[in-house]
């Protein structure tokens, strides 16, 4: 009884040594930063609300709380080691970045930069840092939206990155900033559906060359899951067992469950979200989705509650008046497993 005992308990060390070695969990982030802005003036942008002149009176010492705040938020993100990929939307430049990556605790990280000047009239960007140990970087390019009748002026560009795991499989990963409600939502939807035409004409290109690709989409879409842009435009279902979509919104149950990542007239709604391609939930990739591991990462110290019971995320501003925050966004999470 003895002797097999013991063989049973080899045979368990044996499996989950051998499941240990040939298995890793890969994890993604997606954060609007919330005005990450540096305190020089940009001629060629509208940064005017950033500067030390500025009522917000933008300087070096609320510069570096906020690169602080925001450096806190990534490494907390993981209990083991910080996110192999992180997207990141809101930033003035490179520089900012540069900041943010090489202080404490993320310059440990060893993160390498992805960023290009969009065309947004603030100059807000899209960026992507991310571990080259655990990321082999491939290419990366910027998806332009084209102007037409609604979209009259430049917005944020696409962020396309593609890249493999350290198990070889290729990823198309896509970052988005999509433009905003300014105007009202119907006045805006327009060029969100716009965007939303621009992205699936690229995802659409490479189900072509190759049905099986592994694809994530992120980002601050400026709308939810239900909306036109994303449900019918892009046609990204909540939907785990659909054979009709190609793509799967993680965020979906979290919306109609009114939880999400921004506050906004009394309601929580995901703005922010993860969307990917059935074939990492359908397992023809190496890639697996790890299930109930997609999450919106909220911690107490990321709220901040008014004298009105409200809840929201904890912003460097309200209004006008300095507070100290994060963001007015929370981030979210992105488990995956490679064997």
């Known amino acids: 009884m003895k002797r097999k005992i013991q063989l049973l308990v080899l045979m368990i060390f044996l499996y989950t040594t051998s499941f240990s070695q040939h298995t890793k969990n890969f994890r993604i982030a997606f954060y609007n930063v919330e005005n990450l802005f540096d305190t020089i003036d940009n001629p060629n942008t509208n940064d005017n609300d950033f500067l ?20 806190s938020v990534i490494a907390a993100m993981s209990n083991n080691e910080l996110p192999e990929i992180v997207g990141l939307c809101e930033v003035e430049n490179e520089m900012v970045l540069e900041d943010l990556i090489n202080s404490n605790p993320l310059k440990n990280g060893n993160y390498k930069i992805i960023h290009s000047n969009s065309e947004d009239p603030r100059g807000i960007d899209i960026a992507l840092i991310y571990r080259p140990n655990e990321v082999n970087y491939l290419k990366h390019n910027y998806i332009r939206i084209p102007k037409n009748d609604t979209m009259k002026l430049r917005t944020r560009d696409i962020l396309y990155f593609k890249y493999t795991t350290i198990r070889n499989d290729t990823v198309h990963l896509f970052v988005n900033h999509w433009p905003s409600r300014l105007g009202g939502e119907a006045n805006s939807e327009p060029k969100r559906i716009w965007a939303a035409q621009t992205l699936k004409f690229y995802c659409d290109s490479i189900y072509k060359s190759s049905p099986n690709a592994a694809l994530i989409i992120t980002g601050d879409f400026n709308d939810y899951p239900t909306n036109k842009s994303i449900s019918e435009v892009l046609n990204a279902t909540g939907n785990k067992k659909s054979r009709k979509h190609k793509l799967l919104n993680l965020m979906y149950s979290e919306h109609l469950n009114k939880k999400g990542t921004y506050y906004f007239n009394k309601e929580w709604g995901c703005l922010d979200q993860f969307i990917v391609s059935f074939s990492i939930v359908r397992k023809t990739s190496i890639l697996k989705l790890v299930y109930k591991q997609h999450q919106i990462f909220s911690k107490d110290w990321l709220l901040q509650t008014n004298s009105k019971g409200e809840t929201f995320p904890f912003k460097t501003f309200n209004g006008k008046n300095y507070t100290g925050g994060y963001s007015d966004h929370l981030p979210i999470l992105l488990d995956l497993r490679i064997k």
């Open 52 to 71: 030390p002149s500025s009522t917000h009176q933008w300087n070096t010492q609320k510069y570096n709380t906020k690169i602080k705040n925001l450096s």
